[in-house]
């Protein structure tokens, strides 16, 4: 009943906003979650830290303060997109160069999309089947909120995005939809197991990557492509699709993993303000 009375009384009154007032909010809700809740302000500069070491303590709280304005900006561009419409969408997802999808699309080839937590990932996932002659299959963990779980999903799943839980990863990669598609997967979040994990180095730390998406890679034959997400301006992004590799049982063990991870860390390094630095991305330690 409560997560009713949330989504109806106020995610979806925001949802309706429009965008001049929605950042109104944004710029209110930064000095909240900032200034006065400090919502994991020591996990974020704990993150930073770790990963510039040789940045000051005046660049990395400079860092923290910039991430913490789009992260604000986050928030109400996904509860944007519970209404957001289709004009709004290709308006707002513009894509740098298409021509590398069209050519895998006439070539017959289904695809991997290997994506991060960098600028807003959200409306990237929700507005790419429309910018993409592939059907996108996002890859995800449910929530165990079911309500909103559901709300989530439906949400996403407006413009051609087929949501699809991990449990079910296996058995989407063997059913024919009739399209080629693109498996969508994240990869700098934890990995559900470290143990299955590769590990390797990432923003100057230990860090074990989730390895699903080099298994798939290599067990269907997909090339793989990662899309790095570009803020143009406030609630417009651009996507840059960079190749992986078009023949990923060519490579050897782990590359494929490393490449996507450092083609992220790259963006990172060059925007670090648009990571997701209240992740607590590095709870598991690397064994003896």
């Not at 304005?69 to 160069?97: A, M, P, Y």
């Not at 079911?146 to 051609?160: I, L, N, Q």
Request: charged content about 25%.
């Amino acid at each position: 009943m409560g997560s009713r009375i949330l989504y109806y009384l106020v995610i979806l009154p925001i949802s309706i906003l429009p965008y001049r007032l929605l950042y109104g909010f944004s710029d209110f809700l930064f000095l909240i979650v900032y200034s006065v809740i400090g919502y994991r302000r020591e996990v974020t500069l704990t993150n930073l830290k770790n990963s510039f070491p040789e940045k000051s303590n005046e660049d990395l709280n400079n860092i923290m303060r910039k991430f913490y304005h789009h992260f604000c900006d986050l928030v109400v561009e996904s509860l944007k997109g519970f209404t957001i419409s289709e004009k709004q969408l290709r308006k707002r997802v513009v894509l740098r160069n298409p021509e590398i999808m069209e050519k895998w699309f006439q070539e017959g080839k289904d695809i991997m999309i290997i994506g991060g937590h960098f600028n807003n990932w959200e409306i990237v996932a929700q507005g790419i089947g429309l910018k993409v002659k592939h059907m996108p299959i996002g890859i995800y963990k449910a929530l165990h909120n079911k309500f909103f779980d559901g709300k989530m999903k439906k949400s996403r799943e407006k413009y051609r995005l087929l949501m699809v839980p991990i449990p079910e990863t296996k058995v989407t990669f063997e059913t024919d939809f009739g399209v080629r598609n693109a498996m969508v997967f994240g990869m700098d979040q934890n990995p559900g197991r470290a143990s299955k994990g590769h590990w390797m180095t990432f923003l100057n730390q230990d860090t074990v990557v989730a390895f699903g998406a080099e298994r798939y890679a290599k067990e269907y034959n997909r090339p793989v492509v990662h899309t790095a997400v570009h803020k143009v301006k406030r609630g417009h992004y651009e996507v840059e699709f960079r190749v992986i590799t078009e023949s990923p049982n060519d490579l050897p063990h782990g590359a494929i993993t490393e490449l996507c991870t450092k083609s992220i860390e790259k963006d990172i390094v060059e925007k670090p303000e648009f990571w997701l630095w209240t992740h607590r991305r590095w709870k598991a330690k690397r064994p003896a």
